[in-house]
């Protein structure tokens, strides 16, 4: 049985920042692409990051607009793992954050669609405060 486990999040202020790591177990994702979604309050869950296997121990990653720049996504391939650092973090990236991974060798153009990833965690809240 696959289980991804998010862990990390919390209370920050604004401008600070939080990491938050996913820990897969059951299958191994080391080819396959893993990222982060959220959900905020009264919104739709929106694509936050991701990352696609390009070869040997080398991922290609993506941004949503709103993260780039602050956000930063990584893969421990030994670990069968995926991290987010978030650095000046905004009120407005207050969410569940959801560890996504699919079994699909996916392309650029449909790698930030949630229905691409059938594989979920829990969520892990994080909340940033004025």
């Known amino acids: 049985q696959v289980k991804l486990v998010e862990s990390g999040g919390g209370v920050v202020q604004a401008g600070g920042s939080l990491r938050l790591v996913c820990a897969a177990s059951?299958?191994?994702?080391?080819?396959?692409?893993m990222g982060w979604f959220r959900q905020a309050p009264g919104k739709e869950r929106e694509f936050v990051a991701t990352?696609?296997?390009?070869?040997?121990?080398?991922?290609?990653?993506f941004y949503a607009d709103s993260v780039k720049g602050r956000f930063t996504i990584s893969r421990d391939a030994a670990e069968n793992s995926v991290s987010l650092q978030m650095n000046s973090l905004r009120v407005e990236d207050t969410a569940v954050y959801y560890c996504?991974?699919?079994?699909?060798?996916?392309?650029?153009?449909?790698?930030?669609?949630?229905?691409?990833?059938?594989?979920w965690g829990q969520g892990a809240q994080v909340t940033v405060s004025t």
């Open positions: 059951g299958r191994t994702f080391s080819d396959y692409p």
């Open positions: 990352t696609r296997w390009i070869g040997g121990m080398a991922y290609q990653k």
């Open positions: 996504a991974a699919s079994s699909m060798r996916l392309i650029s153009g449909t790698i930030s669609n949630q229905g691409n990833y059938e594989y």
